[in-house]
């Protein structure tokens, strides 16, 4: 079966130090890959995505993550995070129904 | 401007009651989605639609009940048979296609809050 998982609860790092939020996938055939994020009260929005390519891609607000095919993983990471950064953050996959299926969330606290 | 509105942002439901959620885009979007939300379960699908009059279950669908008489809205029954349904509540939308195409575009409201009371 095609899944994902994030093996982290929360991740907390300093402002100005790099962050990273790991995610792990289980699917059958090339992966298509994506992050999310999600304010409190609020819908997710879109980071990045994988299909293709270079195995590092870049996103939003500075965002970044990694490809990893014979780890089976696609950590989101940034250089130097910021307390605005403090959500929950989301790993996706495409599943062979062609739906996404979510991770179950990390929640990224930035401490000033 | 293109959106997708979910309301009510709060809704408290008595036991036995019925309550719908409502869901609708403005974006021409053809597939909608209804996700549920717990804390550290992550997005679970309700129910999705890829056109009008057509919709399937999700993994969760029990409970739950759906139509799809226009394309822009979708809205989201919580039956009496849902015994637990407190929760965020998250619709989505997005084009035609698989996700490595709809994946960047794909369009999630504000979501609602659902409370037995």
């Known amino acids: 079966a095609q899944s994902v998982a994030q093996p982290e609860d929360q991740v907390n790092v300093a402002e100005g130090n790099p962050l990273t939020v790991k995610c792990t996938y289980s699917?059958?055939?090339?992966?298509?890959l994506f992050w999310y994020v999600q304010y409190p009260n609020r819908g997710l929005q879109f980071l990045l995505k994988?299909?293709?390519?270079?195995?590092l891609v870049k996103g939003s607000y500075g965002f970044e993550a990694e490809f990893n095919k014979s780890q089976t993983s696609f950590h989101l990471k940034k250089p130097s995070a910021l307390v605005s950064d403090s959500a929950l953050y989301f790993c996706?996959?495409?599943?062979?129904?062609?739906?996404?299926?979510f991770g179950q969330g990390t929640t990224l606290q930035v401490k000033p | 401007d293109g959106g997708i509105t979910q309301s009510p942002k709060y809704l408290f439901r008595k036991e036995g009651q019925n309550v719908t959620l409502s869901c609708e885009q403005n974006?021409?979007?053809?597939?909608m989605y209804w996700y549920r939300q717990d804390p550290g379960q992550g997005l679970r699908l309700i129910y999705y639609?890829?056109?009008?009059?057509?919709?399937q279950k999700g993994d969760i669908a029990e409970g739950y009940s759906v139509s799809r008489e226009k394309k822009e809205s979708f809205p989201l029954t919580v039956t009496s048979a849902q015994k637990n349904p407190t929760a965020f509540y998250l619709c989505?939308?997005?084009?035609?296609?698989?996700?490595?195409?709809?994946?960047?575009?794909?369009?999630f409201g504000e979501g609602s809050w659902l409370t037995v009371v």
């Open positions: 989505a939308s997005h084009f035609a296609g698989p996700p490595a195409y709809y994946g960047n575009t794909i369009y």
């Open positions: 994988y299909i293709t390519g270079d195995n």
């Open positions: 996706a996959v495409e599943g062979n129904t062609g739906k996404l299926i």
């Open positions: 699917v059958s055939g090339n992966p298509y």
């Open positions: 639609s890829q056109i009008v009059n057509d919709f």
């Open positions: 974006l021409n979007h053809d597939a």
